[in-house]
């Protein structure tokens, strides 16, 4: 079985209208027979009412401590909002599409909760999925301990997920969807005047990943 996975960002999934350019893509791949797998991040950035760091400081704001297993569990709602939005819509659209928490991808981390580290796939939810005709849409960032506990793999964790997920599924192709041409000198929703990198070495992506 070929098997493409998509994998589309938190402002790629924002607003309605940016959603509709998800939809297309995903679309677009499936009349094309493609057998596509979808990982998607949470809804917008800090402020927006979906996403992480809204959700995070919902707890924060309440309690002074709060341990990271609990930090965990609302931070991996907002990926879960994000799938059911886009599955319900697509087979709104006349798609057959199912939303997977990273749990029931199969996605298996150790306990390093906030930042936990992937070990297994266990693929066997999403080929099925695939094998009856379902578009699967997976919550990006999060897994599973082995006991079933809720863990997300951090900043960056959906990004992560796909590629993961494709590799297990020995996927033709990873694509990786933003709401920019490239890598940036900076953030252009932040910094005016920011220009595209032309070409950048594998090590300097690497340092600049590691560097936030």
Known sequence: ??????????????????????????INAKEKNKNLVVVVSAMGRDGDPYATDTLLNIIKNKNTSVSKRELDAIYSCGEIISASLIASTLTSKGYRAISLTGQQAGI???????????VAVDTKRIIKCLEDGFIPIIAG???ATIDGEITTLGRGGSDISAVIIGNALKAKKVDIYTDVDG????????????????????????LLSDRG
């Not at 098997?3 to 939809?23: D, L, W």
């Not at 298996?108 to 992937?118: G, L, P, Q, R």
């Not at 890598?183 to 690497?206: F, H, Q, R, W």
């Open 183 to 206: 890598v940036m000198t900076a953030d252009p929703n932040i910094i005016e005047g920011t220009k595209l990198i032309k070409s950048i070495g594998y090590k300097t992506c690497m």
């Open 1 to 26: 079985m070929e098997i493409y996975v998509q994998k589309f960002g938190g402002t790629s999934v924002a607003t309605e209208n940016a959603r509709e350019y998800v939809y297309k893509k995903i």
């Open 141 to 143: 960032s999060q897994g």
């Open 108 to 118: 298996i981390t150790n306990n390093n909760y906030f930042d936990a580290e992937v």
